[in-house]
């Protein structure tokens, strides 16, 4: 966040000092990096709000639920303390794992609180014999399930790779926090149990009585008395114990066809991050003032996007010119689109990815368009490119097959972007060198190629000098009428020491018909 603020910091220096460039920021991670940080603490605290909910529907006791408020900033602080003893960074997945512990610190809470609570009223101890008694009959326990959890965890310090260190962070943080969870949960809380119950007896207030008598009959005694009476039918009736674990076995499957399905599923899950990446392919025939027309049709379409923030799209890049982004050759566009967060629009990144391939390829001159979500998560990293490789005898019929295998691939599932390498007006032709004539005309390899590079590409040959200003290029290019076939390649002369020389009698040039 630091380096992109500085870089913003410095655009207004840059527009003053250079006022004929226009400076702006076509792709930035800033806003997403922040929508993460607040999200995160949105979720911080909805869990918290949950947790408490949660605990004071079961627990039915007001003073019980506050000494969970009072405890959860405990394991926070002791969390944070003891990973900055072990050197753990606190980021947004170490954060997770916080969150996470939260659940835990409800569990333990509820086991210890209750315990010593039944201590009171049911077995009519003092508050100190409840206190301690109760504690010490659980406490145990609870920590076993902690044990259980963190051996499940700890296997997964051991993944490597990407997946691995996302993970470091995660369970590291997770199993601190579990700890720290089940200490507070038979330190503090057992003392706040004796605070409260000092009188020695448990009174409820009306906010008490309310929810243990409207709210918990209607919300926790239904699943309960399916639950007895599920295990009741299974002790006394032997015989539907096969029902059940059929029943069991079919939920299973069912959700591991619908949650996992097997064919265009990562393991990591995919963010929608708001940034669209792409390309746009146009017909290789096209002039420089069609091309300009269409990025005008496209930006048209870009415009109406109502919650695009930015875009950005560049057509080609001159020869010979240095240039970041570019896209190529001039039939060739880049684009890097920004949408607001997905929290102000109703689409997803990727509805939006498919809409807007639809709108730009009905564009006459557009052959290609390929669009994919950047992903901030795993997902940006795993992504698995499928190059599919036809040959044959004729290039010509090599399109027809890469178009059907094109329209073919768009039915797999999972699959992100499509695109055509090679199209049946951008044939290669190769030159092979006469290295005998080349040597009577005295000239070489790279002149030729110098000569048919600024033929064919385009080239500054000259610049035209104008007082009192920076010269203005002159590039040479070849209109496409004159390099639409063979013919007219093979009699592209080329200067050589003996003077003006067609390319045909210094070597031989063939169509490369063996397609790609």
Known sequence: MKTIEEVENILPDLRKEYPAIEFSIADSLKETTITSFHNMIEVLRDAIVFTLIVMFLFLANTKLTLGVIFSI??????????????????NIVSETGLILALGMLADDAVVVLENIERHISELGEDVKTAVIE?????????????????AVLIPLLFVEGYAGKIFHFLVSTLIIS????????????????????????????????????????????????????????????????????????????FSARGVIPVIGQDTMPPMDTGVLVGSIQLDSTLSSTEIEKIGKKITDILQEEKHLKR?????????????????????????????????????????????????????????????????TTPIASIRATVDTVIMGDDYKELFIYGEKLYHRYFTVKGGSSLELLWQP????????????????????????????????????????????????????????????????????????????????????????????
């Open 178 to 253: 579990i700890w720290v969870s089940w200490f507070v949960s038979v330190t503090f809380l057992p003392l706040f149990a004796a605070f409260i119950y000092r009188s020695n007896e448990v009174k409820r207030n009306r906010i008490d009585l309310f929810v243990e008598n409207r709210i918990i009959p209607v919300i926790v005694n239904p699943f309960k008395k399916l639950y007895v009476n599920l295990v009741r039918g299974a002790i006394y009736n032997p015989k539907l114990i096969p029902l059940y674990l059929i029943f069991m076995a079919l939920i299973f499957a």
């Open 73 to 90: 900033p405990l394991v926070f602080i002791g969390s944070v303390g003891i990973m900055r003893l072990f050197g753990i960074e606190f």
């Open 311 to 375: 875009y950005y799209i560049a057509f080609g890049t001159e020869p010979g010119v240095i240039t970041i982004g570019g896209g190529g050759n001039l039939q060739r566009a880049k684009m890097i689109l920004t949408y607001v967060n997905r929290f102000e629009r109703k689409e997803t990144i990727w509805d939006i990815e498919r809409r807007l391939m639809e709108k730009i390829s009905q564009i006459e001159g557009v052959k290609q368009v390929s669009l994919a979500a950047q992903g």
């Open 425 to 516: 007006d951008n044939l290669e032709v190769k030159f092979y060198p006469d290295y005998f004539k080349m040597n009577y005309y005295g000239v070489n390899l790279f002149e030729i190629f110098n000569q048919l590079s600024t033929a064919i590409n385009g080239r500054v040959s000259l610049f035209f000098l104008v007082p009192n200003q920076s010269p203005l290029s002159v590039s040479v290019r070849l209109e496409k009428n004159y390099r639409k076939d063979l013919d007219f390649l093979e009699n592209l002369t080329i200067k050589t020491k003996k003077g003006l020389i067609p390319i045909s009698e210094l070597g031989k040039l063939t169509l490369d018909t063996r397609g790609r």
């Open 134 to 150: 109760g504690t010490k009959e659980v406490m145990f326990a609870v920590g076993a399930g902690s044990f259980a959890i963190t």
